[in-house]
């Protein structure tokens, strides 16, 4: 099946800890994103990348870093950094990112909770 | 400045109820672009619908229907007969100048049917 697949679906976390979310996806997009939900609030973005090996941050980029060695593989590395890490975090692509109007398909997310 | 208002924080209706839930948006572009995604409680963000700013055309997909009015900014989303498996967090989202990278969420509105 094509789609966007995120694992793990559920993480805990130390604090002081890194940890890394997978983010992989079979649609050949060339743009791929990640944003953080908080409860009762929309998606903000953390980064996105249009091509390999290069990707910008977005509003939220602080404690967190990604990678984007491949095509289809887009990981979030949420650092010790990062003050308020417990959120859902949603991995998205879409064809392009360079014009205005293109649909961002969604991963099923990943809940991250500090203990 | 881009912004997308979900006024409604939570709605409930009796099962076979019309529904409409309310999206209004802020943008300076004369090209943007309007989205509604549906959240059920899986956590997926699943894409229902993108209307370009040239396209005030009505739309209606099965008992979804949307009413895309640039008079007053509005995108709103109406659920024909509604259904238990409605109940889910829907999200308006709006894309202007920069391309997909810049797409601006509401806060959402959380639609609960009850049998």
């Known amino acids: 099946d094509g789609g966007i697949t995120q694992s793990p679906k559920y993480l805990f976390r130390k604090e002081g800890q890194n940890v890394t979310l997978s983010c992989e996806q079979n649609?050949?997009?060339?743009?791929m994103y990640w944003y953080r939900q908080d409860p009762g609030q929309g998606l903000r973005l953390i980064y996105y990348?249009?091509?390999?090996?290069?990707?910008q941050k977005g509003d939220i980029a602080e404690g967190y870093s990604v990678s984007r060695e491949k095509k289809e593989s887009f990981p979030l590395t949420v650092t010790s950094a990062q003050k308020n890490p417990t959120a859902f975090y949603l991995c998205?692509?879409?064809?392009?990112?360079?014009?205005?109007?293109?649909?961002?398909?969604f991963g099923e997310g990943s809940w991250l909770t500090v203990v | 400045a881009q912004k997308v208002t979900q006024a409604q924080t939570e709605i409930s209706v009796v099962e076979k109820e019309d529904v409409t839930l309310d999206c209004v948006y802020e943008?300076?572009?004369?090209?943007?672009?309007l989205f509604w995604y549906k959240q059920p409680p899986s956590g997926e963000l699943v894409f229902l619908i993108r209307?370009?700013?040239?396209?005030?055309q009505n739309e209606i997909s099965g008992r979804y229907s949307w009413n895309f009015q640039k008079s007053t900014s509005s995108f709103n989303f109406t659920i024909t007969a509604s259904q238990v498996v409605d109940s889910a967090v829907y999200f308006c989202?709006?894309?202007?100048?920069?391309?997909?990278?810049?797409?601006?969420f509401g806060t959402g509105t959380r639609l609960t049917v009850i049998p």
């Open positions: 990348s249009q091509i390999v090996n290069d990707f």
């Open positions: 989202a709006l894309s202007g100048r920069g391309g997909a990278n810049n797409l601006f």
């Open positions: 209307r370009n700013s040239f396209d005030e």
């Open positions: 649609l050949n997009h060339d743009a």
């Open positions: 943008t300076r572009d004369t090209t943007y672009y």
């Open positions: 998205a692509s879409s064809t392009s990112l360079s014009s205005s109007g293109n649909t961002i398909y």
